[in-house]
């Protein structure tokens, strides 16, 4: 009865760990998609960079983020500027 107990709990164990997988996944999703949203409010990758205290680089990555997620160009990045 204990070996029974033990292997649920193991099972129990693993769907968790997986359930952690996703909401860790998805909360970077929306930080990513936050970061962006910022890029296209302010029409700039510094300008937002320095709105949320980050990086430029970290800006830069977010957003490549969440066009790999996506599978789609999110921004045309212009001189001066981002469309």
């Known amino acids: ?3 029974g107990r033990v292997r649920r709990d193991k ?3 693993r769907n968790l760990q997986c359930q952690r997988r ?4 998805l ?4 930080e990513a998609l936050h970061i962006f949203v910022r890029v296209a409010e302010l ?3 510094s300008r937002a960079s320095e709105s949320l205290r980050i ?3 970290a800006v830069s990555a977010a957003v490549q983020r ?4 996506l599978g789609a160009r999110l921004s ?3 001189l001066g500027g981002c469309n």
């Open 11 to 13: 099972s129990w164990n």
């Open 66 to 69: 969440l066009e790999t997620s």
């Open 22 to 25: 996703v909401d860790n996944r």
């Open 1 to 3: 009865m204990l070996s």
């Open 43 to 45: 029409s700039s990758f």
């Open 76 to 78: 045309i990045v212009q």
């Open 55 to 57: 990086t430029r680089a």
């Open 27 to 30: 909360l970077m999703d929306f």
